[in-house]
């Protein structure tokens, strides 16, 4: 996020998570080098990074794993 030149990284406090704003991002990819994670990602047709965004609050991934590895909730 502190690596992004144009500020289109920013944190949704609702969700905890970190956003790319697209119409913002100039695909330089600063922060796909930045990120100790791997969660950014340049899409070639687009231009631009992406990343999960958590389906909104509504992760689609936990809610199709079949053996229930993935989970979504607050922690306890």
């Known amino acids: 996020m502190h690596a992004c030149p144009t500020d289109a990284i920013s944190i949704n406090h609702e ?12 695909g330089c990819k600063v922060c ?14 687009s231009g631009k990074v992406t ?7 509504d992760p689609k991934c936990a809610e199709a794993c079949p053996t229930g590895a993935i ?4 922690p306890a």
């Open 51 to 57: 990343k999960c965004n958590l389906c909104d609050g």
């Open 32 to 45: 796909t080098i930045a990120c100790p994670y791997g969660t950014i990602n340049y899409n070639t047709r």
């Open 71 to 74: 989970e979504y909730g607050v």
């Open 15 to 26: 969700l905890g998570t970190k956003i790319v704003n697209e119409s913002m991002c100039v």
